[in-house]
C-alpha cells in the first residue's frame, strides 16, 4: 500500500526529472534537493512510472521512462571508464 507521502514523492521526482530531461544530468542539485547519486533517483522514478503512481500519458511516461534508463546505463558506464 502507497501512502500519499511516498506518491507526492514520487511525483515530486518526476516533475524533477522531466524538467531536467532536456539538460544534462543535475548530478549535485539531485543530491541536495533528493539525498541520492543520480542513479538511485533514475531507478526511483522509473519504479515510480511503473508502479503508476504519477499520472503522464503514455507517451511521455515512456519517454521519461527510456530517459531514465539511459541515465542509468551513462553513470554506469562512466564508472566503469574511471582509471583504476
Excluded at 524533477?16 to 526511483?44: C, H, K, N, Q, V
Aim: charged share 25%; hydrophobic share 45%; with cysteine.
Amino acid at each position: 500500500m502507497q501512502t500519499s507521502q511516498t506518491t507526492a514523492a514520487s511525483a515530486e521526482m518526476v516533475r524533477f526529472a522531466l524538467a531536467w530531461a532536456p539538460f544534462d544530468t543535475p548530478e549535485e542539485e539531485i543530491f541536495l534537493t533528493f539525498g541520492m547519486p543520480p542513479s538511485a533517483f533514475y531507478t526511483r522514478v522509473r519504479s515510480a512510472l511503473r508502479a503508476g503512481l504519477v499520472r503522464l500519458d503514455v507517451a511521455q511516461s515512456a519517454a521519461l521512462d527510456e530517459h531514465c534508463r539511459r541515465r542509468i546505463g551513462s553513470r554506469r558506464n562512466r564508472k566503469l571508464l574511471l582509471p583504476l
